[in-house]
RNA sequence: GGGGAGGUAUCCAAGAGGUCAAAGGAUGCUGACUGUAAAUCAGACGUGCGCCGCACUUCGUAGGUUCGACUCCUACCCUCCCCA
């Protein structure tokens, strides 16, 4: 029988692992798993912002998954080890985060883990949400020096990649000392929530090892921990960074038709891989997904299965048919028959402005909306626009460079699109 | 401190008294093609005007010479190179 090792293994998302026989450890059960067999794990957060990455999504998957295979999964927010800087995959010594700023960031993650994990205390194995401030910040420097420091070597800590590639470029003491907190971390959680297992990005596999180390040294016991690969595209670039903009799992840092639409652009060569990463459908489901989508890769039916299953998980069903909406319209979709809460979704995405709706009895010339709204810079300029054909009222060519608007042409709410080119969209609504 | 070169449109770069809104590239924009891709071909590209035309503004800044200045003169500002 196959465990949960295995499971990650076959979706591409074990790096890993600190033990060979870790996967016969954690069986998979249904929903909730007997208490003699019930695994803990944990992975960290750390408060960087106030809010996670997509790169970050596959950890919460994790426990997602773990949860899901009945185990209990605790969610780990950095509110004290944000406040040191963990150095792992970093090259550059970082400017120390504010109190309040760590605080702030705190809040929001665990607002994000809060609707991502199930905390349901009527579940067996609910999810944990826990702040290591709460007991980072109580001990004191020599305390901590004598109950932890004691344990690790110098040698021991510069051995460590994260430590070791900055010996040149320089690491503080504070970042050098990261990984002990992380080590008492899971020790903490070993003692008080019997939590065995320790995962996260490849990256934290030094500080993993670290706590398991720290466990077997002063309690003798033992405890696990194992890796996920950091996620490329097929062009070998780190997930949730186009064009060098980073996408966020909360909306008031990428929106949700940004969100989905990332999701919809995935490359057809990565559109397999990221099924298996970041939804919980089987592989048969993914198996068939594919086979259709292969039948006529342009209508995107891969992505657009992604782009739902993990919009949906998370910022829920009724926000992604919006962002789903909105798409459809900027995406070819007839905007006659969009519905005002469909512009209203628009509206934040694309330029938009609002007019008065006065200047419509006299009709309104196309090329000066043009310039209103930003579509062209002069009126010289709209017109000749128009007169290459590149100018779109509610998807229908403009032909007339002199053509007015009316107020018979507004769609529901007033709203009016225009587009220029093949996908430059700008929205103007007259009240 | 001494000597030299130079500042032109989004960027690079021609122009050396009138035919200059200013060659040629590149980027960006648009059209065709296309799967919300790349490549390719084509077009517009200072501003205004119901636009095969006319007017206005622009070649570091401010003055001047001239019928006429991106081009000549003066001063100033800035950049780069060489020598000390």
């Known amino acids: 029988m196959s465990g949960f090792l295995t499971l990650l293994k076959n979706r591409g998302l074990l790096a890993s692992q600190t033990h060979e026989h870790l996967d016969e450890l954690v069986p998979i059960f249904e929903q909730v798993a007997p208490p003699e067999h019930m695994k803990t794990a944990y992975v960290g957060f750390d408060p960087t912002a106030d809010s996670l990455t997509i790169g970050n999504f596959i950890q919460v998957l994790g426990l997602k998954r773990w949860q899901m295979a009945g185990h209990r999964p605790i969610a780990l927010v950095g509110g004290g080890t944000g406040l040191i800087g963990d150095p792992s995959g ?153 064009q060098s903009i980073t996408i966020w799992l909360s909306e008031h840092k990428t929106t949700v038709y940004k969100f989905y639409q990332y999701w919809i652009n995935t490359q057809d060569a990565d559109v397999e891989r990221f099924l298996f990463y970041f939804t919980f459908l089987s592989e048969n489901e993914i198996k068939e997904i594919i086979a259709k989508h292969q039948q006529n890769p342009e209508q995107r039916y891969g992505q657009k299965i992604l782009a739902e299953e993990v919009t949906d998980m998370v910022h829920g069903k009724s926000k992604r048919t919006l962002a789903e909406n909105a798409s459809h319209i900027l995406f070819g979709g007839d905007p006659t028959q969009a519905k005002v809460e469909t512009f209203q979704t628009l509206a934040s995405e694309i330029p938009f402005v609002q007019m008065d709706k006065q200047l419509l009895h006299e009709g309104l010339k196309v090329s000066d909306i043009c310039v209103s709204l930003g579509i062209t810079t002069s009126k010289g300029e709209a017109q000749r626009a128009i007169e290459q054909g590149s100018i779109y009222l509610k998807n229908q060519r403009v032909i007339d460079k002199f053509m007015k608007v009316t107020a018979n042409d507004l769609l529901e709410g007033g709203y009016l699109l225009f587009r220029k080119g093949t996908k430059q969209y700008y929205l103007a609504q007259f009240i």
Not at 106 to 116: A, D, K, P, T
Not at 153 to 182: C, D, H, N, W
Not at 193 to 216: H, L, M, V
């Open 90 to 242: 970093k090259t550059q010594e970082r400017q120390l985060l504010t109190k309040e700023t760590v605080e702030k960031n705190v809040e929001g993650i665990r607002e994000l883990l809060g609707r991502l994990l199930d905390f349901d205390e009527k579940r067996p194995n609910r999810a944990y949400l826990l702040n290591n401030a709460d007991w980072l910040t109580k001990i004191t420097f020599v305390d901590f020096l004598r109950d932890v420091g004691k344990y690790f070597t110098v040698p021991y800590m510069l051995a460590k990649e994260s430590v070791k590639s900055r010996l040149e470029t320089g690491i503080s003491f504070t970042e050098f000392s990261y990984m002990l907190l992380q080590a008492y971390d899971f020790k903490y959680l070993f003692e008080n929530y019997n939590c065995e297992f320790q995962f996260g990005a490849t990256d934290q596999f030094g500080n993993i090892t670290a706590g398991i180390e720290f466990i077997r040294k002063t309690l003798e016991k033992q405890a696990y921990g194992f890796a996920q690969p950091l996620i490329l595209d097929a062009n070998g670039v780190k997930i949730g960074k186009s």
